[in-house]
Nanobody, 124 residues
């Protein structure tokens, strides 16, 4: 079965860092944009970051630009390095994957697969 498994969430003080990982299995993901969304309690899910199948092209929400870095070590493994964390980054972070035949698309409009989520809590 296809699975996206997130890891790396936890509790960190403001200004600290965490690295989230998403391990995809069950199929090849070389033709999938992969990335991250987050959802805080009482708020809508929001886009965080995405990376192309090649790992060359990336995109970021304005709220995390300059603080977060997404990397793709291979087609099935994606990391999100989160630095200078703020309390407003507190949310459940979800890994997502979307199929595309385009080589450099880094948008996830409708995910084909979702991970179970990992909690990130940033204390003041």
């Amino acid at each position: 079965q296809v699975q996206l498994i997130e890891s790396g969430g936890g509790l960190v003080q403001a200004g600290g860092s965490l690295r989230l990982s998403c391990a995809a299995s069950g199929r090849t993901f070389n033709s999938y944009v992969m990335g991250w969304f987050r959802q805080a309690p009482g708020k809508a899910r929001e886009f965080v970051s995405a990376i192309s199948g090649s790992g060359v092209s990336t995109s970021y929400a304005d709220s995390v630009k300059g603080r977060f870095t997404i990397t793709r070590v291979n087609s099935n493994m994606v990391h999100l390095q989160m630095n200078s964390l703020k309390p407003e980054d507190t949310a459940i972070y979800y890994c997502a994957a979307q199929y595309t035949t385009a080589t450099s698309i880094v948008a996830i409009r409708s995910a084909d697969y979702w991970g179970q989520g990992t909690q990130v809590t940033v204390s003041s």
